[in-house]
């Protein structure tokens, strides 16, 4: 009989100075990993060795040694261990946005001292980009609340099964003014349906309400759009599953954020766990993934909501959400 033994999780945590990476290290430790910031990279694979538990490590161009070649060949080897689940993930925010953090904290830039803060970042910018491109996941948090951070960083590396735990696959639905998701894989454009924002009983109202939906519905593309977002999605996610990508985040935004994306976001989650749930035939029924609805408008209007129905796991069919405990029940839950 085979047993298999989880394997431990290693999270390298890397990005540009005052993109969040100090904050995504708490939100792992929080999470019960051995955080260590900073660490020089000569030491960092006997510190892993050394260890028996989930790590999470913080590497940037302060660090010791520093070089990126040198950390995609530590991730390589650090991948090669059958006991070991590599990660890397890269914390970025838009130059304006690290200004603005830099002149609020009053420090200088690690990498510029003497030097205009912009000096720092295109340093900076330019030593990491090859380890943004091989990055499992990045993140952006330019305008991102740091409730929303840790969740996020909650929900991709807080369910304590990464072996099991496959491609984990985020919906976000978004305005276009505000800019586009940096971590999209996949962008579709509903702006040229039939907008509520002109209903004055809709304008207040969210993708979420189901006047709201039955609005968008109503126009005659909609159903035709829709379907072929779905068989699109249908067709791409089973190969992202083969070629062993971890994170793929698929996107839909409109004009302000908060109807036209929200509905389809919301009609694509259910539509992806119909098919998980065996129906219609789908090739994507028993892949190993885990499902992720964030509305980023709403949760920004919204930031300290502490159960945010904007930014959520989406359940399993017995309820509970990923990575959260099961409630009791007669009947044994099932990964949806």
Do not use: K, M
């Given at each position: 009989m085979t047993i298999d033994v989880p394997k431990r999780r290693v999270v390298l945590v890397t990005g540009l100075s005052g993109a969040g990476k100090a904050s995504t290290l708490r939100a792992l430790e929080d999470l019960g990993y051995d955080a260590i910031d900073n660490l020089p990279l000569p030491l960092l694979e006997e510190t892993v060795a050394r260890s028996d538990r989930a790590m999470a490590i913080g590497i940037d161009a302060r660090s010791r040694g520093f070089d990126a070649a040198d950390v995609?060949?530590?991730?390589?080897?650090?991948?090669?261990?059958?006991?070991?689940?590599?990660?890397?993930?890269?914390?970025?925010?838009?130059?304006?946005?690290?200004?603005?953090r830099y002149t609020e904290s009053r420090r200088r830039h690690p990498l510029a001292p003497d030097e205009p803060v912009?000096?720092?970042?295109?340093?900076?910018?330019?030593?990491?980009?090859?380890?943004?491109?091989?990055?499992?996941?990045?993140?952006?948090?330019?305008?991102?609340?740091?409730?929303?951070?840790?969740?996020?960083?909650?929900?991709?590396?807080?369910?304590?099964?990464?072996?099991?735990?496959?491609?984990?696959?985020?919906?976000?639905?978004?305005?276009?003014?505000?800019?586009?998701?940096?971590?999209?894989?996949?962008v579709f454009d509903a702006r040229f349906l039939r907008n509520p924002h002109y209903d004055p009983i809709l304008r207040h109202q969210t993708g979420l309400d189901p006047a709201v939906g039955d609005y968008v519905e109503a126009d005659p593309d909609c159903a035709g759009y829709f379907e072929r977002i779905a068989d699109l999605v249908d067709l791409v996610v089973p190969r992202f599953v083969q070629e062993g990508k971890k994170y793929a985040t698929i996107t839909i935004?409109?004009?302000?954020?908060?109807?036209?994306?929200?509905?389809?976001?919301?009609?694509?989650?259910?539509?992806?766990?119909?098919?998980?749930?065996?129906?219609?035939?789908?090739?994507i029924v028993d892949t190993p993934w885990r499902l992720h609805v964030l509305h980023r408008e709403l949760a920004r209007e919204t930031p300290t909501a502490e159960h945010d129905p904007t930014?959520?796991?989406?359940?399993?069919?017995?309820?509970?959400a990923h990575g959260a405990a099961p409630r009791s029940a007669p009947v044994q839950a099932q990964e949806a």
């Open positions: 995609l060949a530590i991730l390589g080897r650090l991948s090669a261990d059958a006991t070991l689940q590599p990660d890397l993930v890269y914390a970025w925010a838009d130059e304006t946005t690290l200004l603005r912009v000096t720092g970042i295109a340093a900076e910018q330019s030593l990491t980009a090859p380890l943004r491109e091989a990055a499992d996941l990045v993140l952006d948090t330019s305008d991102l609340p740091i409730g929303t951070l840790r969740r996020l960083v909650e929900q991709h590396f807080g369910d304590g099964e990464p072996a099991q735990a496959g491609l984990v696959l985020t919906l976000i639905s978004f305005a276009f003014p505000r800019g586009l998701p940096r971590e999209a894989d996949l935004g409109c004009t302000g954020g908060r109807h036209r994306s929200v509905y389809l976001i919301e009609r694509l989650a259910a539509h992806l766990r119909s098919r998980t749930a065996g129906q219609g035939g789908s090739d930014d959520r796991s989406v359940p399993h069919r017995d309820g509970t």
